[in-house]
């Protein structure tokens, strides 16, 4: 079982993105941190890193479900989605799978509503073009 749901796209970079967060946004999901990877280990490690983006998307309504069931859920959220640009050019859209990630957790009811997180996840990387 793969712990991500990924898609190659037929975009650049930069609009991947923009399509990324506007995919997340039509399935409820708001993006709480924007991390660009390339640009940190630039500055804090002096290195060039391709096109690397990491989008910390949060479905409040799906969240607080989630806590409501495990308290300490929260360690494993927001949703790592990341769109990242390969040495050829191409650029891919990944998302993590939820049902993997929470595997380790001994409880039904939350296994239920990672496979809808997931399922909506799914819908997301397959907006993009």
Not at 7 to 20: E, R, S, W
Not at 35 to 42: E, G, L, N, R, S
Not at 58 to 74: I, T
Request: charged letters at 20%.
């Amino acid at each position: 079982m793969s712990y991500h749901l990924s898609k190659m796209v037929g975009l650049g970079f930069d609009a991947a993105v923009d399509a990324t967060i506007a995919a997340l946004q039509a399935e409820g999901f708001g993006v709480l941190t924007d991390i660009d990877v390339a640009d940190t280990m630039q500055k804090k490690l002096g290195v060039a890193f391709r096109p690397y983006r990491i989008l910390g998307a949060c479905n409040p309504r799906m969240a607080h479900e989630a806590l409501k069931l495990e308290d300490k859920v929260g360690t494993m959220l927001p949703c790592n989605v990341i769109v990242q640009q390969h040495d050829d050019g191409s650029v891919e859209v990944s998302a993590i799978d939820p049902v993997t990630s929470m595997q380790g957790i001994d409880n039904p009811e939350l296994a239920r509503l990672a496979g809808t997180v997931r399922d909506m996840l799914r819908s997301v990387v397959n907006r993009i073009a």
